[in-house]
């Protein structure tokens, strides 16, 4: 059964999903290492927290064929920045050759290689990102990088060109809160396919923009059904989100183990009954007093924070591919010098491979 099924009270009374310990949709998280420093970001993520990427490109694939042999066939990989993993290319092709349908790259978009970009027409490999204003000042604020907005807009619109597809989600919070219409409409004529806004979750430093500590209804709820995060050092989560609820580590346990595990069966239990079912059961009420006919559909607001990757619907936010570039767009700014903080006094000396930061200064001119 899947959530488009459950249309009815009395179905979603007798639902048991949760208990077929299945396996539909992989996080993997390539790196907790990230360019940019967003102020709300749940993974705490920044140039130097990749002390625990542990995982090998041969661990990766070991992953991937596990959760295919357990009939997974959607996945996203995400980070931290998942393009500063070094391996990103071989995974994302790899990905693919093993019979993954859906593949999505969560990526803050600052960089992005044309080999990638190509393999990715080529393939039918999908791109999603944050965007927090349409204004670049807006944007560069939240992720504490100069010029990021410019970046991240620049290949955003290289991936609409070569006709991938696209989706953003825009965190709200305090500071961008007044923009968040502007950017929904910046991004729809762009020719972003999908655009959804979602709150800042008490994860991570949004413990901090939310001064409240990480707890079980910060999430969305969606992670009761067929969901696991892989993080660079083997955890096992329910969700991207959900670190303080580990249900086991790859390096030590089957993938298929942690799956059909009672630590895995538990919590999504406990996040089906406290979370979901609270968030979704006035609206499915609604509905059957009506005698509408509907799905699940959760409101827009229930979307997933940050870096969620499941595909969750939010129909009202989407729009049909616009190819052009209306003329009066603004141009992204580009930047000055060097955005991130090594300042190479010669581009000879400038590794965007090699450095944390991976700014890739030729991209933006
Ligand atoms: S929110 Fe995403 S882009 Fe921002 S620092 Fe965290 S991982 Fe990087």
Known sequence: MHLGEVSSWSSIQSISLMRERTLDFLW????NRCNLQCVHCYTDSGPHSGDRDI?????YVSIMVQARALGCSKMQFIGGEPQLNIDFRELLVKAKTLGFEFIEVFSNLTRLADETVQYAADNGICFATSVYSNEASGHDAITRVKS?????MANLKMLIGAGIETRAAIIVMDRNKDTVCQTKDFLLRLGVRHVSSGETREFGRGEQILAQKARLSGLCGHCWSGKLCIAPDGEAYPCVMARQWPVGNVLETPLAEIVRGR???????VIFDEVWLP??????RREDETLLEG????PAEQTCGPDSGAPDCAPELSSPR???VPADEPEPQPAEECPQSCTPIDESTCEP?????????????
């Open 295 to 298: 799905s699940l559909c959760p």
């Open 279 to 284: 968030k979704v059961a006035p609206k499915v």
């Open 322 to 324: 616009q190819r052009e």
């Open 55 to 59: 995982l090998t490109i041969d661990d």
């Open 28 to 31: 993997l998280e390539l790196t």
């Open 148 to 152: 990021s907005h410019a970046r991240t």
């Open 263 to 269: 630590q895995l069966e538990r919590i999504r239990q």
């Open 353 to 365: 491979m090699a450095c944390p930061q991976s700014c890739l200064p030729n991209r933006v001119e």
